[in-house]
């Protein structure tokens, strides 16, 4: 069930990124232009990290709380890297500090997919 809630949460991640984009591209100046392209850029790399996470999670046989962990921190780091951008570029210029715990985070989920694939035992 974890891998599937990342898959879902992606697609709908990628449309909403798509539909904000095209929201607030013509209405954005200048300065905040570069921004919100950046954090539309960083969305479909988000939205592609939670579908293919998520078809890892639902395909390989982890340990349970390692897949709920897995999981929940491809979804927060997801809404703390890009998501903050998007904030930031609509002009909440402070909340750009949080964006650096959004990749921590997404280090870590490289971390702990590590440990997973390690952690398999072949089925013969």
């Known amino acids: 069930m974890n891998g599937k809630k990342n ?3 992606g697609f709908v991640y990628l449309l909403s990124a798509t539909v904000l984009s095209l929201y607030f591209g013509g ?4 300065a905040s232009n570069a ?3 950046s ?3 960083q969305a479909n790399l988000d939205a592609a990290l939670n579908l293919g996470g998520g078809y890892l999670i ?9 897949s709920k962990t897995i999981s929940v921190l491809l ?11 998007y904030v930031s570029g609509l002009g909440l210029l402070p909340v750009a500090a949080v964006t650096a715990l959004g990749i921590v985070i997404m280090a870590g989920v490289a971390l702990f ?5 390690l952690s398999l035992r072949a089925v013969r």
Do not use: K, Q, T
């Open 7 to 9: 898959m879902v949460f």
């Open 27 to 30: 209405a954005a100046s200048s």
């Open 35 to 37: 921004m919100l392209s």
């Open 39 to 41: 954090a539309f850029l």
């Open 58 to 66: 639902s395909r390989l046989p982890f340990v349970d709380w390692l």
């Open 75 to 85: 979804i927060a780091g997801a809404f703390l890297h890009s998501g903050m951008l």
């Open 113 to 117: 997919m590590g440990i997973g694939v």
